[in-house]
């Protein structure tokens, strides 16, 4: 049994007081179920309040983006080394925002995984196919080559410590979110693809749906065999939907294993 996980991404959006207050409203909550990891992502100047304002909590502290390289001239850019040194303990990596907007490539993103994974903060990596891919039915075809390109030449244990999050590009923040059916289908694909490069990762990686997921339609898509919760993007920016979502990935959680 996988436990889920609910990955809030907050974008560009929250200032530093807004910020404290979404994870003062997260923390208020003291129903949540604790088989249930839940993260926050916000932009990078809030990172250090993130993780002081969540030390000792089980809320974790993601960032959105990373440069791969330790260190250098790259004006604008964050190492893994500076994001370790705040304690942060997730980076998110490859969404499709900037994959079409900064021109990332798999490639790009396989460096980054790498240089996360060696400091040991755990990689989110983002896949998933635009309209137009699955329109001319190659959606399976395109996140294997995603999959393929980010993360070929991993040693086996190294990818044992991934999150994988499906993001069809169509679903993300369009309030069109994949079917049930869809996103099992992809997510069972991805899992086959991680068994690929060893049987061991398939039953350890999280696979979590991403794209216009809200407390309305979680428990669907979290009830999927081979959905393991969700990356959240508008629904994680104001403390009910978010927590409401932890409770949905908790009851989905007990009710597979009853
Ligand atoms: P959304 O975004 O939930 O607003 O569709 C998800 C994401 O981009 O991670």
């Not at 440069?67 to 893994?80: D, K, R």
């Not at 790498?114 to 990596?125: K, N």
């Not at 369009?174 to 694909?189: I, K, P, R, S, V």
């Not at 629904?235 to 939907?241: M, N, P, Q, V």
């Amino acid at each position: 049994m996988i436990r889920p996980i609910v990955a809030g991404n907050w974008k560009m959006h929250k200032d530093r007081v807004e910020a404290a207050a979404l994870i003062d409203g997260i923390l208020a909550a003291t129903d949540l179920p604790t088989d249930v990891g839940m993260v926050v992502a916000p932009a990078h100047p809030f990172l250090v309040d993130a993780v002081q304002r969540t030390n000792g909590t089980r809320l974790q502290v993601a960032a959105q983006n990373v440069h791969a390289t330790p260190q250098g001239a790259f004006t604008g850019e964050v190492s893994v080394g500076m994001l370790k040194s705040v304690g942060v303990q997730y980076c998110i990596v490859g969404h499709s925002e900037r994959r079409q907007y900064f021109n990332e490539t798999d490639a790009e993103v396989g460096k980054k995984i790498v240089a996360l994974l060696a400091a040991g903060i755990t990689p989110i990596y983002c896949c998933g196919e635009r309209k137009e891919e699955r329109l001319a039915e190659r959606h399976f075809e395109v996140v294997a080559a995603q999959m393929h390109d980010a993360l070929t030449g991993m040693p086996e244990a190294d990818l044992r410590r991934i999150v994988v999050a499906y993001e069809p590009v169509w679903a993300i923040g369009t309030g069109l979110n994949a079917t049930a059916q869809q996103a099992q289908d992809m997510h069972a694909h991805i899992r086959t693809l991680l068994a690929g490069h060893g049987e061991g990762i398939a039953t350890t990686v999280p696979i979590l749906y991403g794209g216009s997921c809200k407390p309305e339609n979680a428990t669907e898509l979290f009830t999927c065999p081979d959905v393991n919760g969700g990356l959240i993007g508008g629904a994680a920016l104001d403390a009910k939907s978010f927590t409401e979502l932890v409770r949905i990935a908790g009851k989905v959680a007990r009710r597979t294993v009853a």
